[in-house]
């Protein structure tokens, strides 16, 4: 690993899906990022300690602790309350959309995504936290 690549910020992927998770990461690694994976919220809980991610990107459905349970917990934890949080989920309200990020996220964006926008939004919060 090169000095830059080492200096990156750490993305956690989170979802139970295998080929997601691998998407994104691969994606996200071409962008320049570093990336740790996750297949569920108990998981995620774990690197997010071990690991001190610039962003998760968090799905919401998932076994052992669902997305909405790891966002809450990180919410509630004065070392992870500012961590930014995208939520990438197949889930939307009953009119088919989400105004603003649910649950406590800092963003949102539905499946099927467009991974510039993925690419924006976690530039956007490494931004905004402070955490490049």
């Known amino acids: 690993m090169t000095d830059a690549a080492s200096e990156s910020p750490l993305i956690l992927v989170v ?7 691998t998407v994104v990461a691969k994606r996200l690694e071409i962008a320049g990022f570093r ?12 690197q997010v300690e071990a690991l001190h991610p610039a962003v998760i990107v ?25 961590l930014g949080i995208l939520i990438l989920s197949a889930i939307r309200d009953r009119d088919g959309e989400w105004g603003d990020a649910p649950f406590g996220a800092d963003e949102f964006i539905p499946k099927p995504y467009q991974f510039a ?11 905004a936290k402070g955490r490049g």
């Open 58 to 82: 968090l799905d919401l459905m998932m076994p052992v602790m669902s997305g909405w349970e790891v966002v809450g917990h990180l919410r509630a934890s004065q070392a992870h309350a500012d």
């Open 35 to 46: 990336t740790a994976l996750a297949a569920n919220g108990r998981e995620a809980l774990d």
């Open 117 to 127: 926008e993925v690419l924006r939004k976690i530039q956007g919060l490494i931004e």
């Open 15 to 21: 979802d139970d899906d295998l080929a997601v998770r």
